[in-house]
C-alpha cells in the first residue's frame, strides 16, 4: 500500500515557475514507477510525466517536453515536478501516481495503482 500527497500547486503567472512534490509512505517507494497526471475543468485527466522505479527513464507528454522535469529523490519517498514557462492552459488539479510493474504503458491511467489527492495550479495569463 503506497499513500501519496502533493504540494507546492497554487498560483503563478503566465511564464513563471513552480515545483510540485509528492511525498509518499511506505518502504518500498523506490520500487515504483511514478507519473504526473493533470485534470482540467471540464476536460479529461491527462498524462504529464512519469519516471522510472530508479530515475534512470523519463517520458514526458508532448504539451509539456522542453518545460517540465519529472525527478526523484528515493532517499525522501519524494517525486517532484518542475514546471517552468508554465502557461494558461496549464491550469488544472494535478496529481502524482504509483505503479509497479515495467516502464511500460506510462500514458496509461488505468496503469497507476495508487493516486494522491491532487494539487490546483492556476496560472494567470
Known amino acids: 500500500q503506497v499513500q501519496l500527497v502533493e504540494s507546492g500547486g497554487g498560483l503563478v503567472q503566465a511564464g513563471g515557475s513552480l515545483r510540485l512534490s509528492c511525498a509518499a509512505s511506505?518502504?518500498?517507494?523506490?520500487?515504483?514507477?511514478m507519473g504526473w497526471f493533470r485534470q482540467a475543468p471540464g476536460k479529461e485527466r491527462e498524462f504529464v510525466a512519469a519516471?522510472?522505479?530508479?530515475?534512470?527513464?523519463?517520458y514526458y507528454g508532448d504539451s509539456v517536453k522542453g518545460r517540465f522535469i519529472i525527478s526523484r529523490d528515493n532517499a525522501k519517498n519524494t517525486v517532484y515536478l518542475q514546471m517552468n514557462s508554465l502557461k494558461p492552459e496549464d491550469t488544472a488539479v494535478y496529481y502524482c501516481?504509483?505503479?509497479?510493474?515495467?516502464?511500460?504503458?506510462?500514458?496509461?491511467?488505468?496503469?497507476?495503482?495508487?493516486w494522491g489527492q491532487g494539487t490546483q495550479v492556476t496560472v494567470s495569463p
Open positions: 519516471i522510472s522505479w530508479s530515475g534512470g527513464i523519463q
Open positions: 511506505g518502504r518500498t517507494f523506490s520500487s515504483y514507477n
Open positions: 501516481a504509483a505503479r509497479g510493474g515495467d516502464f511500460t504503458r506510462v500514458m496509461r491511467l488505468s496503469e497507476y495503482n495508487y
